[in-house]
């Protein structure tokens, strides 16, 4: 694979250049995407925490049909149809469980970015969740959890480094590695769109 050239390096280091960003619910996170990207930082909510957000609010004899819904909304291709389909079925919630509705509803849209994308199916199994740098995580906790006490900050990064070299091992290329482009091409036509509505502000 050909290196890209440091011109292009340049270009897509620049905070205004469009980048997607797969996140669970943390507000802190999005707030410093938001600060830092502003409209230029695309936003995936992660599918799976979602998911599991939303069937912590229901009894244990409902949570495999709703689900079952909700994997069927976000395996429709078209996202106007899987939005609606979401949006009916947090009103099925609302009634009996709004607890369930509320969290559906919160940050719903955000679960459709890399549908709304048009990423290929290879692409979007990799990007609509945080699952691949969950089991890196996983890595770093493991090799850190012998460590007793945490005397400063130095020792904290050392370990992690530690542990982020002892997952790199374990690293596999990415369901869609190959189609990268897509997203590529994706993310600019969103930030042509963006440029486009600042101009007519």
Known sequence: MQRPTRSLDRAWARPEQPR????????????????????????????????RNVLDHLPQSERTFIGRKL???????????????????????????????????????????????????SLLRTFKSTNPVESMISVGRTVARNVKRWRNGKMVLRWTAAGLLEA?????????????????????QHYQRVASTRKVA
């Open 20 to 51: 997607l960003f797969v996140i669970d619910g943390g507000k802190a996170i999005r707030a410093a995407v938001a600060s830092t990207f502003g409209k230029h930082g695309i936003i995936q909510r992660c599918r799976a925490h979602k998911r």
């Open 71 to 121: 994997d069927q909304a976000w395996k429709e291709p078209n996202a106007d149809r899987a939005e609606a389909q979401l949006r009916t079925l947090a009103k099925h919630l609302e009634v009996k469980h709004p607890g369930a509705a509320a969290s559906l509803l919160e940050g719903l849209e955000e679960t459709l970015t890399v549908t709304r994308l048009g990423l290929s199916p």
């Open 168 to 188: 790199e091992k374990q690293f596999r290329r990415v369901n869609g590695h190959r189609e990268m482009p897509i997203l590529r091409r994706a993310l600019e």
